[in-house]
């Protein structure tokens, strides 16, 4: 325990007398005193203006993202609340004084009228209708009509009007006709069905 103490002690001895030696002069104290000095006045300048860069373009960000939201918001300002298309209605109506006189012009658009020639077309093929010639004599044919249970009494008058069309001679008892009618109701062509059809459909 002694030995470790004196060793201890020699140590601490040996240290402070190697201290002594290679401790620097005064001079070379203070030199190395201002160098240290001058380094730390150096760093917290560079740390400064690195600061000042980063409060600058911090800056500069938020002026830009002003700008932008403000210009969004202009534009968004300048759009009218409803943009005009004409594909969105089917007709359109003008209306103008000329000549003193008040004009209303109606003009359909091109969908409209795609949609009324389709309802057209679905109309008339509703309208034709096939039925079988069940009787004929001289003044009257009777056709019983396939898309219900309804027996057509068609008098001469008709028939001749429709003569023009229709060569009724070559038709026979038995026989499937194919019928329209207009929007009215009217008989306006009684034709022999067309081959394939030999029943009502």
């Known amino acids: 325990m002694m030995n470790d103490q004196s060793q201890t002690e020699q140590l601490r001895q040996a240290y402070q007398h190697a201290k002594k030696q290679s401790k620097p ?3 070379e104290q203070r030199r190395l005193k201002h160098i240290c000095r001058a380094a730390n006045t150096d760093s917290r300048q560079i740390s400064w203006w690195q600061r000042s860069q980063w409060i600058l373009a911090c800056g500069a960000l938020i002026v830009l993202a002003t700008v932008m939201v403000t210009q969004e918001q202009t534009q968004h300002a300048a759009l009218p609340v409803y943009a005009l298309s004409f594909d969105d209605y089917e007709q359109i109506e003008t209306h103008s004084v000329e000549q003193g006189h008040y004009v209303t012009h109606i003009r359909e658009q091109k969908q409209a009228l795609d949609k009324h020639f389709d309802q057209q077309h679905q109309q008339l093929n509703e309208q034709r209708f096939y039925g079988r010639l069940v009787h004929s004599d001289n003044d009257t044919w009777f056709v019983a009509d396939c898309r219900s249970k309804t027996l057509l009494e068609i008098k001469q008058s008709v028939l001749n009007a ?3 069309v229709t060569e009724f001679s070559e038709l026979s008892q038995g026989q499937m006709l194919a ?6 109701g ?4 009684i034709i022999p069905a067309p081959g394939n059809v030999y029943a009502c459909p």
């Open 25 to 27: 002069p005064a001079f």
């Open 162 to 164: 429709l003569q023009d």
């Open 179 to 184: 019928l329209d009618k207009n929007t009215e």
């Open 186 to 189: 009217h008989l306006t062509t």
